[in-house]
Nanobody, 125 residues
Framework: QVQLVESGGGLVQAGGSLRLSCAAS????????MGWFRQAPGKEREFVAI???????YYANSVKGRFTISRDNAKNTVYLQMNSLKPEDTGVYYC???????????????????WGQGTQVTVSS
């Protein structure tokens, strides 16, 4: 069982930065691929970024070059550094954990086993 708790959201002006954190419970944290999704009002949840336990990462095209996902297995925490924020980045950001390994479809929320409660990010223009 893994519990995830996000923090770090807030209100920021366009062009600004935020760093989100996701603290995980459980001793098997390092086994999971850790991802970030976001959901804007009236829209479906969309994939943002993922980092596997081997260090490989993958990003949605919309955030590539602006966002960086990292993880600290010793602290059971995954981070999302968000730079050059745009109003279209506004939404609730969720972290998620998946144990599917190579079978994981990174953009499919159903392939993630555990979710946090979300943290609101609002980017003003």
């Amino acid at each position: 069982q893994v519990q995830l708790v996000e923090s770090g959201g807030g209100l920021v002006q366009a062009g600004g930065s935020l760093r989100l954190s996701c603290a995980a419970s459980g001793r098997t944290f390092s086994r999971y691929a850790m991802g970030w999704f976001r959901q804007a009002p009236g829209k479906e949840r969309e994939f943002v970024a993922i980092r596997w336990s081997d260090g490989n990462t993958y990003y949605a095209n919309s955030v590539k070059g602006r966002f960086t996902i990292s993880r600290d297995n010793a602290k059971n925490t995954v981070y999302l550094q968000m730079n050059s924020l745009k109003p279209e980045d506004t939404g609730v950001y969720y972290c998620a954990a998946s144990a599917l390994g190579p079978r994981l479809r990174v953009g499919s929320p159903n392939d993630y086993d555990y979710w946090g409660q979300g943290t609101q990010v609002t980017v003003s223009s």
